[in-house]
Every structure is written in C-alpha cells, then in structure tokens.
C-alpha cells in the first residue's frame, strides 16, 4: 500500500464521524437529533433500544446513534461507545429532581476506557419550560469534567434553538482531535 493511499484512508476515516447521544430517558435525544435533521417532531416515541441517523454535515457524513435512556437499558450503553468519536449528553434542564441522578449516570459513562479523548457536547434541553435550569447552572454543576474537552449549550429541541450552535461546536471539537490524530498517524508513517 503506498504513501498516497494511506492518505486517502484517513481522509475517508477522517470525515466519517461516529456521535453516540445518550442521556437520562425523557431528556429529548431523539427530539433533538431530529430537530438537526429538520425532521418532524410531532410524533416522537421513546426509543426502546437505539436508532441510527445519518446526515452530511460540513462535509462530514454524520451517524449519529439515539440510544434510549430509560433504567433498563442503561447498563447497554456500554455496547455502543465502540469506535466513537464524540459524545451528547443530554439533559432535562427543568426535571431538577433527577438532575444529581443525570450527572452520576454521566461520571460513569465517562470512566469507559473507549470514550477517552472523545468530546463531550451536554446539551441543557427544554430551555423553554419554565423553572429549567440555564446553562451556566448546569455547567457548574458538570464542572467535574473539566480533565475533558466538554461544553454546555442551552438548547430547545422542540422550538429548534440552540441545536446548530451546539453541533458547530461539537464538529469543530471533532475535527480539531482528528487532525491532530492524522498528524500522529502520519509521524508513525515515517
């Protein structure tokens, strides 16, 4: 295999992004995957298992895997952090009884070894209901993973704000980790 295939390897590899989004059931994963994609969201089901999405994105071809919260399925989670190059939490920002359960669930996703390195996007959700807590709140209370490179964005899935932002970020966090992979992959080449 020569030099010039090698590079064309990683490009592919480089622009396929794997984003697995999980959280606490009922924090609105599928709604704002679905809000990204400009899909409807008048009938949104809980997701019992996992769901896949793709889209193009900033010349990134996106997956995105929706994987259900609810207690049962959590200790699943760990199944799907394979490969997996960036992480969404989500959160309930109005649902302040759960949200130390919310934050605990996320202290034990990210001891697993796959997600070293992975960016973390939390997106505080349903900024729209009253009595949520606003980002700066939540981004106090996550302050715990401050050892990552993580970011809190304050979002509406189902009145679509705050989504674009946030997935700008995460891309731009991506992109800026594999170009430095890229460039130890091409040291190891020489």
Known sequence: MGFLSILNQIKQLQNELRILT?????S????????????????IEPTLGFSIFSTKIQNYQLNIWDVGGQKTIRAYWKNYYE???????????????????????????LKA???????????ANKQDVDGALSPDEIQKMFRDFEN????VF??????????????????????DRKEVD???DLELIY
């Open 148 to 151: 990552r490179q993580f970011r």
């Open 83 to 109: 490969a997996t190059d960036a992480l969404i939490w989500v959160v309930d920002s109005a649902d302040r009884r759960r949200l130390q359960l919310c934050k605990q669930a996320l202290q034990e996703v």
């Open 182 to 184: 890229v460039a130890d």
């Open 154 to 175: 304050g979002c509406s899935a189902l009145q679509r704000v705050g989504i674009d932002e946030a997935f700008d970020w995460l891309l731009q966090a991506v992109s």
């Open 22 to 26: 999980i959280g606490l059931d009922n």
């Open 28 to 43: 609105g994963k599928t709604t704002t995957i679905k809000s990204l994609l400009k899909q409807d969201l008048q009938e």
């Open 113 to 123: 070894e796959r997600l070293q390195g992975a960016p973390l996007l939390i997106l």
